[in-house]
């Protein structure tokens, strides 16, 4: 569970703010987040990133995608499990008279 600390001694004007970034990288399977903090190692040169958290989702499609098709192929076996009272609709017909093949 996801919790919060509330400081309530410290007033915005006299807090120092970090200059953080979400940064998301989207997949198909699963979905990558980090917070980042982003410094300037000199006036010319490129911005330097500290990553202070990573975190991954996993999507969950395929996995409701495969449950539906096990949950199908069970209930498609529970029916066809049943004990046949008459025969099988396959094997009770009959060639008309003077059919040939």
């Known amino acids: 569970m996801p ?8 007033r915005l004007l006299d807090s120092e703010l970090q200059p ?6 989207p997949g198909s399977k ?3 987040l980090a ?12 911005r330097v990133a500290h990553v ?3 975190a991954q989702i996993i999507h969950r499609g395929r996995q409701i995608s495969e449950a539906l098709t ?4 069970m209930r498609r076996t ?4 049943k004990t046949r009272y008459r025969a099988a609709r ?4 009959r060639k008309p008279e003077g059919w040939l093949a």
């Open 3 to 10: 919790f919060a600390i509330r400081l309530i001694d410290r």
């Open 20 to 25: 953080l970034r979400l940064k998301l990288d």
């Open 30 to 32: 699963e979905t990558g």
């Open 35 to 46: 917070i980042v903090r982003e410094a300037i190692a000199d006036i010319e040169g490129p």
């Open 52 to 54: 202070l958290s990573l």
């Open 70 to 73: 096990a949950r199908r192929s």
């Open 78 to 81: 529970r029916r066809g499990r």
């Open 90 to 93: 396959f094997d009770n017909r």
